[in-house]
Structure formats: structure tokens, C-alpha cells
């Protein structure tokens, strides 16, 4: 998830305000989002928010976290598209002053004069942000790639690059994702033949299934429907969402009409394709419910699902538990591995080589992907010429000039969660408990006594989580019997309280090995 500040002159500028996705070490929440301590606190400094692009993980905490920030946004049309739908979604459109800004226009907000140029990503419309600053001028990519042939958009000008580059940058801030290939990501373009062979060797149905913003890939897909003769359909909400953003934005002018599930599922199989989302494991999305006969949608043996997408490190689990569902259907799955159905939105080294000599910095300072990945770019910038590189944490703040790169302080920086519908601190006393619920179980005591405090009839005990399975009855007759000792050695209610949670913790712990939460209601009657 990015967040990404700048400071001059006591002002600060943000760019991107992203979210991520919870994983087993947070149970019960689905997303994750940054904690902006530092800049809450210096809201009254900053000038605004600039958005790259629409991915999640750039504008997703956007109708979580703006409106308290009281700044205005700032984001080209299709990315502007998106965010207005979240706005609206969240009811704060209102709350959020949201402005269009075109590649090649220039913005000042305080210190900073601010220029969007036009860059190749999996999304439509990414724009690296140029900062200008009376101290040194800041190239900041985004995500990006080189792409000569990217299916919808326009790829990067040389030209233009260069004379980027001309002007002098102090810093170039670089996307480091993919920096331990050795080849170029690949072109859009060329995903569409390899597409176009594997669903003319399907025999039955066809699912596709690709991130969904990936506008570009939808409309392969629909160049791919029409050669192969098939209807196409569209299963999953974010699709439509994409799918109306582009149209509303000039793009996706020829993509087929589609046909609900109920007329898909009444054609023949070999005339059916389906872009549905879930490439990732999500269990909600249409793939797993397809895969769990819980869909509209239905496949049978001899039907194909084509993975257009690649892997996410840490969900190969959830991928896999998908997978297997449809391999006991015997439905046939190709995947990038197998075939040319995907390539990287993300630069290869010889993309960032080109980088380098187009905007020929001063100094390199790598984001995006894991510190591995980030070191790995600084290590080949410096090899290819780049005079000066650093390798910064979260929360480390870098002085960029005079005499940088530095590293001179660091803040606090941490994760919210968004639990239902509150946002909690990701190490506090909520997911804290829900964590030691999980892994131990819990055990609940009522217990009764009365004014003298001595106790009144049996204590009541349930059980959630321990594995005790077919000695649960017999378990709970023991912790009962221990809870009724411990409280008669008590008669203050607090005191009764502790010695009946540490007797029946004794217990479960005896029997289990665990040490479950004991929560225990003491009632005077």
C-alpha cells in the first residue's frame, strides 16, 4: 500500500493513498490501511494529494482516509473515474474536493509545481508525477513498463523522456518490482495471439480470469471472443466497474456486447467465454465461487479456465485451494507457465536501463516491491551509471537536498485495519485478543455467589476452540468442578474471579496443552 511524501519548505505533498489486503495473521479483516500519524499531524502543511493511477493499492484507502485529511485530490480522468465511485460509494463525495488533471499540465501547490507524464501500466492512464522544487526536480514513476505495443493508451515518447531528462533530475523515485528479471516485461499486445491459441484449442466453456483493471487484457479478451466465434460475459462487480470507467473515458469503443449468466449457460460450451474475477484465491470472487458450484456459472469436464494473470507472492495457497477444486472437476487450466497469456506491468531491467539513460539523475531511489527488490535496483542503478542510490525503510526520512541522499530521521509509520465498519490499529487490543481466540480457543465461566460471598449452585462453563472434540462433556464436568473449588477459597468478587480463571486455565491447559482465554462473570445474587 503507498503512501509517498514529499516536504519543501515546511510543506508537504502526498502521493497515492493505497490500501492492501489482510492476510491469515490478521483473522476477520479483509483490508489494510496505512497509518498517517505523521501527516494528521502536519495536516494544516499539506497542499494535496496527487494519484498515479487507480490500482487498490494506490487509491484504495482514499474513502477511508481523505476526507480527514481535508485536502484536495488530484488524478487524471479514468483514475478520477474510479475514485468519484468510491466517494460516492462511502458517501463523501461532497466531503472531497476531487480535480482532473491532464498529462502535461502543470499544477503548483505551495512549493511544488507539479507535472504528469503519461507512462505504460496493467491499468489505464498511469502517470509518473514530475516535482519541481526551487531545490532540485523529482521524477516519480508510479508503476510503470515500456510498452511499444500496449492495446489501449499511449505508450512512453522517447523523446519526450529525453528532454525530461535534459531539464536535470535531482532524484529519480523508481518502481523496483520486477528488478531481478533480466527480461523486458513484454508488450500487451503480444498476449493476444498467445490468448487466441489457447481458447481456440478449448473444447468446451472458457473462463478467463485477470485483474480487473486491467482494461487492456478486457479488451484482448473481446478481440479474442469475436476471432474465436464465442458469445462473451462478464462475472464479477470490479469488472463492470472497469468496464463502465473505460467506456466513460474513451476507451473500450469496440469491446462485444455481453450476455448475462442465464444466456451464457444456454449456449453450447464452445461458444462461450467468460472474463471472471478471482485470479488471486479471493473467496468471494466469481472463480471461487465457480469452482464451488456457489455461481450462476457452471463447468463441467473438458471446460477451461485460462489464469491471465500472474501469482502473487502469498497467495499461492488460495490459488491453489482453487485450483485443485477445478482439477476434481476435470476441467482443463492453462496458466502463464504454461502458455503466453500474461506479461508484467512492471519494468524488467532493461526497461529500468532505458529509464536511466533517458532521465539520467543524479541519485536513484527505489520503491515499490519488497526491500529485496529495492536493494536489487539500487545495486543495478549504480552499475549502469546512476552516481548515487539509497535504500530506504518505511518511516525513514531521506534528505534529497542539499548534499543527499540521507537518511536523516525516522518516524513512526504502522497499519490500520478496517474491521466491519470501524478502522482499528492493526497491534491493538482487538486483533491482539481475536489472535490468541484463534490460536487457543476460549473459555467462558459464570459463576454465582452470594452477599456473603460464598458461592451459589454449580458454575456454568462453554467451551469455543479447544480440541477436546469427544471429551467435551466430560472436560467441561472437571473445569466446573475445579471453578467451584477456586471460588470457595474467595469471597471478594474480584478475588473469585482471578482464582476461578487461573484454576479452570489449570485445567484446560492440563488436558490440552493450550492455554485458552478464560473469561469468567462473577454474579452477586
Known amino acids: ?64 482516509l481523505a476526507a480527514d485529511l481535508g485536502v484536495p485530490l488530484y488524478a487524471n480522468p479514468f483514475t478520477a473515474t474510479l475514485i468519484k465511485g468510491k466517494l460516492e460509494e462511502e458517501g463523501i463525495a461532497k466531503q472531497v474536493k476531487l480535480n482532473i488533471m491532464k498529462p502535461g499540465a502543470k499544477l503548483n501547490l505551495g512549493p511544488f509545481e507539479i507535472e504528469l507524464v503519461r507512462l505504460s501500466h496493467s491499468i489505464p492512464d498511469m502517470d509518473a508525477v514530475i516535482v519541481n522544487t526551487p531545490y ?3 521524477f516519480h514513476t508510479g508503476d510503470w513498463k515500456l510498452d511499444d505495443d500496449p492495446v489501449m493508451g499511449t505508450p512512453a515518447n522517447a523523446d519526450e523522456m529525453k528532454a525530461i531528462g535534459d531539464r536535470g533530475i535531482l ?89 448475462d449468466f442465464d444466456s451464457a449457460m444456454k449456449l453450447p460450451g464452445h461458444k462461450s467465454l467468460i472474463i471472471a474475477t478471482g485470479g488471486q484465491g479471493e473467496t468471494r470472487a466469481a472463480l471461487a465461487r465457480i469452482a464451488f458450484d456457489q455461481h450462476q456459472i457452471k463447468m463441467s469436464e473438458g471446460d477451461t479456465v485460462i489464469f491471465s494473470s ?128 484463534s490460536v487457543n480457543g476460549v473459555v467462558s465461566v459464570a459463576v454465582a455467589i452470594g452477599a456473603d460471598g460464598q458461592l451459589r449452585g454449580t458454575p456454568e462453563v462453554r467451551i469455543q476452540g479447544l480440541p477436546v472434540e469427544e471429551d467435551r462433556e466430560a472436560f467441561t464436568l472437571e473445569a466446573c468442578d475445579d471453578a467451584a473449588a477456586a471460588a ?21 491447559t492440563r488436558w490440552t496443552g493450550k492455554k485458552p482465554v478464560i473469561e469468567v462473570l462473577v454474579v452477586k445474587v
Open 136 to 138: 532540485g526536480r523529482v
Open 310 to 437: 500472474k501469482q502473487i507472492p502469498g497467495n499461492e495457497v488460495q490459488i491453489g485451494r482453487i485450483q485443485n477444486a477445478l482439477a476434481r472437476k476435470d476441467i482443463l487450466m492453462v496458466t502463464e507457465k504454461q502458455a503466453h497469456v500474461h506479461v508484467s506491468g512492471h519494468p524488467g531491467r532493461p526497461e529500468l536501463a532505458v529509464m536511466y539513460d533517458w532521465i539520467r539523475p543524479e541519485m536513484l531511489i527505489p520503491v515499490h516491491g519488497e526491500r529485496r527488490h529495492m536493494s536489487e535496483q539500487a545495486r543495478f542503478g549504480l552499475e549502469q551509471g546512476i552516481p548515487k542510490s539509497i535504500v530506504q525503510s518505511n518511516g525513514d526520512v531521506v534528505r534529497l537536498a542539499p548534499n543527499g541522499p540521507k537518511i536523516i530521521g525516522h518516524e513512526r509509520t504502522g497499519r490500520l485495519l478496517l474491521d466491519g465498519d470501524v478502522i482499528l490499529a492493526a497491534e491493538g487490543i482487538t486483533i491482539n485478543e481475536r489472535r490468541r481466540i
Open 1 to 64: 500500500m503507498n503512501v509517498n511524501l514529499y516536504g519543501c519548505d515546511g510543506k508537504w505533498l502526498m502521493i497515492d493513498l493505497g490500501l492492501t489486503f489482510a492476510g491469515a495473521d490478521y483473522p476477520g479483516i479483509d483490508l489494510v490501511l496505512p497509518d498517517l500519524e505523521f501527516i494528521e499531524a502536519r495536516r494544516k502543511d499539506l497542499v494535496g494529494i496527487v494519484l498515479t493511477h487507480a490500482h487498490e493499492d494506490h487509491i484504495g484507502a482514499i474513502p477511508y
Open 171 to 259: 532524484a529519480l523515485v523508481c518502481d523496483s518490482t520486477n528488478a531481478f528479471n533480466d527480461e523486458a516485461s513484454g508488450t500487451e499486445g503480444s498476449v493476444r495471439e498467445g490468448l487466441l491459441k489457447a481458447v481456440a484449442a478449448a473444447k468446451g466453456r472458457v473462463v478467463v480470469t485477470s485483474f480487473a483493471s486491467n482494461a487492456a487484457r478486457l479488451a484482448t479478451l473481446g478481440q479474442v471472443a469475436k476471432a474465436s466465434g464465442r458469445t462473451l460475459t462478464v462475472a464479477g462487480r470490479s469488472l463492470d466497474k472497469i468496464i463502465g470507467a473505460a467506456r466513460a473515458n474513451g476507451y473500450l469503443k469496440d469491446f462485444p456486447e455481453t450476455v
Open 488 to 508: 470457595r477459597k474467595e469471597r471478594e468478587p474480584d478475588r473469585v474471579r482471578e482464582a476461578v480463571r487461573l484454576a479452570v486455565r489449570k485445567t484446560a
